[in-house]
């Protein structure tokens, strides 16, 4: 079945250092991925939205790129922060899917070392 | 604070008890979703609602669960005859999924 995956399940990065975050998701017709934070006991909270007609979208402090090419969906994270720890998902979405469910991946955590 | 409100925040039964549970989505949002979350994986997709009208339910989605909202506003989640692998976060979320509630979680006991 389809499936949208993250290459890492732990990332563990140094303070003030730059975060990257890959997935891989499987479905071809997906035209819409969104990045969540979750810190523990919390709902996920959204960070970043990409669609397929882009290849890259910048918010504050983070980068999302897409590579369609290889289905592969990244998250950067500039200057990490101890407040950045957290569970971050990727999570996909096709037109075809007129219902707008999303699909997640299992998750990676990050730890930031102050 | 996105805006979504979920109650209660957690909710301890034993098994073989019902439960419901409430999620107010913003107000404006015709979509609400419904999700479960097991510790260390990522939401699963449960059910939604455009408007009142309940679109589409997972698999996952047995007879023992049932989702309601009547208005189109608030929407409840039940769980009948609860059984321990029913434990788990329930989550509720506005519009596409910008917007999630911080989630209700369920442990059976």
């Known amino acids: 079945g389809e499936s949208v995956g993250l290459h890492l399940p732990t990332l563990s990065v140094q303070e003030g250092d730059n975060s990257i975050i890959n997935c891989a998701y499987s479905n071809s017709a997906s035209d819409y991925f969104i990045w969540y934070k979750q810190e523990s006991g919390k709902g996920p909270q959204f960070i970043i939205d990409?669609?397929?007609?882009?290849d890259k979208r910048q918010g504050q402090r983070v980068t999302v790129l897409l590579n369609k090419t290889v289905k592969h969906l990244s998250l950067q994270i500039a200057a990490t922060q101890p407040g950045d720890s957290a569970v971050y998902f990727c999570?996909?979405?096709?037109?075809?899917?007129?219902?707008?469910?999303?699909?997640f991946g299992q998750g990676t955590e990050l730890s930031v070392k102050p | 604070d996105t805006g979504v409100s979920q109650n209660p925040r957690h909710k301890i039964t034993k098994r073989g008890q019902n439960v419901t549970f409430r999620c107010d989505p913003i107000?404006?949002?015709?979509?609400l979703y419904w999700y479960r979350q097991t510790l260390g994986q990522g939401p699963e997709f449960l059910t939604y609602f455009q408007n009142e009208a309940q679109l589409e339910k997972s698999r996952l989605l047995s007879d023992r669960f049932s989702a309601e909202r009547p208005k189109g506003s608030f929407s409840t989640l039940e769980i009948q005859r609860t059984e321990q692998g029913d434990s788990a976060m329930y989550l509720c979320a506005s519009s596409l999924g910008k917007f999630f509630g911080p989630g209700t979680r369920l442990t059976v006991l």
């Open positions: 990409i669609r397929s007609n882009m």
């Open positions: 999570a996909e979405n096709s037109f075809y899917n007129q219902g707008g469910k999303l699909i």
């Open positions: 107000s404006e949002h015709n979509r």
